[in-house]
């Protein structure tokens, strides 16, 4: 069964969401990888605030490619979102409540992510050509010189999604590394 989610997250979504849920997100989502996430801390550091509000937004590690004529966008699947790491603790305690991305996520991040109750959503890597039909506008918003790697303001629709850390403390790679061992 998969559940739909309307952006931005609410209480209640946090709530109900539970690692292993097959979710379609629909609304805004906002891209930011590690080029725009190293800007980001580095500028709030000094003084200047964030380029978008992370009140219960969802930051989507992609760095798409550009669409061909008549495409909204072009490819656009996960990245490794290990990468990251080193700045989310500061983005969730600034409001941020869900990332997307793809692979395992350090102790620190998984710590602030129960602390600030938020969500780590796992996208299918290698699939980045059918997400992107789920891309319905695109918008750079922010760091524009940083090419793919800019902040764009994304509208979804059914965006295709699988909950793999909750705020609940689950963890959907614990849990299957923990069944197939069994």
Do not use: W
């Not at 790491?85 to 620190?108: Q, W």
């Not at 010189?145 to 994304?154: F, K, M, N, V």
């Amino acid at each position: 069964m998969q559940k739909k989610v309307n952006l931005p997250l609410q209480e209640a979504d946090l709530i109900s969401l539970r690692a292993g849920d097959r979710v379609l997100l629909s609304g805004v989502v906002y891209t930011a990888r590690d080029a725009a996430h190293k800007r980001m801390i580095e500028q709030e550091i000094e003084g200047i605030p964030f380029p978008i509000d992370l009140t219960n937004q969802v930051l989507y590690y992609v760095g798409p490619t550009p669409g061909r004529p008549g495409e909204v966008i072009g490819s656009a699947g996960p990245t490794t979102s290990g990468r990251m790491d080193a700045y989310t603790p500061r983005l969730l305690e600034a409001g941020l409540k869900g990332m997307i991305g793809k692979g395992y996520r350090s102790e620190e991040v998984k710590q602030a992510m129960r602390t600030n109750k938020a969500i780590y959503f796992g996208a299918v890597g290698g699939a980045a050509a059918l997400i992107a039909r789920s891309i319905k506008s695109s918008e750079v918003i922010a760091y524009e010189d940083l090419g793919t790697e800019a902040i764009r303001r994304l509208t979804v629709e059914n965006f295709p999604v699988f909950v793999i850390n909750d705020i609940h403390g689950g963890d959907l790679y614990e849990e299957g590394t923990a069944n197939f061992k069994q």
